[in-house]
Antibody, heavy 114, light 108 residues
Framework: EVQLVESGGGLVQPGRSLRLSCSAS????????MSWVRQAPGKGLEWIGL??????????DYVASVKGRFTISRDDSKSIAYLHMSSLKTADTAVYYC?????WGQGTLVTVSS | SYVLTQPPSVSVSPGQTARIPCSGD??????AYWFQQKPGQAPVLLMY???ERPSGIPERFSGSSSGTTVTLTISAVQAEDEADYYC???????????FGGGTKLTVL
């Protein structure tokens, strides 16, 4: 059974950093690009960025609003994708999902508040 | 920045056909994807590459493309289809992905 499980969310103060993890199982993780998508409370989906597979150069792309603050990485040996978030703002409060496009995790809530 | 435009809401009666359009300048050259999201749940992929249906998605869901608009069509709508629907695609560079604002489908 395919599973994507996000972890690492929680309450964090503005300006601080947080790292989210996405643990994958049930499929060949290294063959897939991994995306991060977020959803602010009561709002729509927002694509944050993606990291391509090793065969596509492990390159990354980001939405403009997080470029320079967020970094996506991956460890194919552990089947984990990471979202490193720094200089967090209250506007970053959202449920964060990892996804292959087809498979999605259940999300982890990040609340940025003083 | 690139924008995909969807109507905020669509309403249909059970058994009727719902059509949800999504417009964007790069859609003639970039594939679109459709997702269904019910309250408190993660999105589910309904359609990929404009009109391809993943396994397990009912045949009443279909996708089409014409110029700068892609459309998700739900035939014989059922009460369980009430949800938010999002289109997703990339800009002309293929590196910046966006979601449409979402369409809330109400089954009357």
């Amino acid at each position: 059974e395919v599973q994507l499980v996000e972890s690492g969310g929680g309450l964090v103060q503005p300006g601080r950093s947080l790292r989210l993890s996405c643990s994958a199982s049930g499929f060949t993780f290294g063959d897939y690009a991994m995306s991060w998508v977020r959803q602010a409370p009561g709002k729509g989906l927002e694509w944050i960025g993606l990291i391509r597979s090793k065969s596509d150069g492990v390159t990354t792309d980001y939405v403009a609003s997080v470029k320079g603050r967020f970094t996506i990485s991956r460890d194919d040996s552990k089947s984990i994708a990471y979202l490193h978030m720094s200089s967090l703002k209250t506007a970053d409060t959202a449920v964060y999902y990892c996804s292959t496009g087809y498979y999605w995790g259940q999300g982890t809530l990040v609340t940025v508040s003083s | 920045s690139y924008v995909l435009t969807q109507p905020p809401s669509v309403s249909v009666s059970p058994g009727q056909t719902a059509r949800i359009p999504c417009s964007g300048d790069a859609l003639p050259t970039q594939y679109a994807y459709w997702f269904q999201q019910k309250p408190g749940q993660a999105p589910v992929l309904l359609m990929y590459k404009d009109s391809e249906r993943p396994s397990g998605i009912p045949e009443r869901f279909s996708g089409s493309s014409s110029g700068t608009t892609v459309t998700l069509t739900i035939s014989a709508v059922q009460a369980e289809d009430e949800a938010d629907y999002y289109c997703q695609s990339a800009d002309s560079s293929g590196t910046n992905w966006v979601f449409g604002g979402g369409t809330k489908l109400t089954v009357l």
